[in-house]
């Protein structure tokens, strides 16, 4: 079996060039992400819509759990928080059990906003993949579908991805 750890062999080499248009793929969705975010009101940074995607899987999160699925302190999390509270896009509330922790919950102001930046994504994605032929398409999509596969095996991404909407951003 091939190292991709050894830089002569073949596999690191396609391995290689596989990070290097992964790498450059993911430029260009940072770019669509960040785009995504403007003019939706609220003047929302990424690290708030990440939070925003996390909390909006229906059920309530606590405080430590956002912390420990965003890999950040408990008082980064915390500030991220509050402003989205003040914003009326999320609401705290403390647990009756532990007064050093409280449940977090999206407001239906954030659920809405969140729907309409993955309509602006989802319509970008589209007019970006128009210029693909069908064939192509479907390699890209195969290719996705196996990269988010490995994302999932590997602890990576986002762990209650919001659902579908329609091309609307209704869900």
Do not use: C
Request: net charge neutral.
């Amino acid at each position: 079996m091939q190292s991709i750890d050894n830089p002569g062999t073949p596999r690191a080499a396609e391995t290689g060039d596989l990070a290097d248009e992964a790498v450059e793929a993911t430029r260009v969705l940072v770019d669509i992400a960040a785009r995504s975010l403007l003019g939706v009101g609220d003047d929302i940074t990424l690290p708030q819509y990440r939070v925003l995607v996390l909390v909006d899987g229906g059920e309530t999160m606590r405080g430590v759990d956002l912390s420990r699925a965003l890999g950040i302190h408990a008082s980064t999390s915390s500030r991220l928080v509050n402003r989205l509270v003040v914003k009326g896009l999320m609401d705290r509330t403390p647990d009756a059990q532990d007064r050093r922790s409280n449940y977090l919950a999206i407001t239906a102001a954030g659920h809405r906003l969140v729907s309409r930046v993955n309509y602006r994504r989802r319509r970008e994605m589209r007019g970006l993949l128009e210029h693909l032929g069908a064939d192509e398409i479907s390699a890209v999509l195969d290719g996705l579908r196996l990269f988010n596969a490995a994302a999932v095996a590997s602890g990576h991404g986002t762990p209650a991805p919001p659902e579908k909407s329609d091309d609307r951003g209704r869900r």
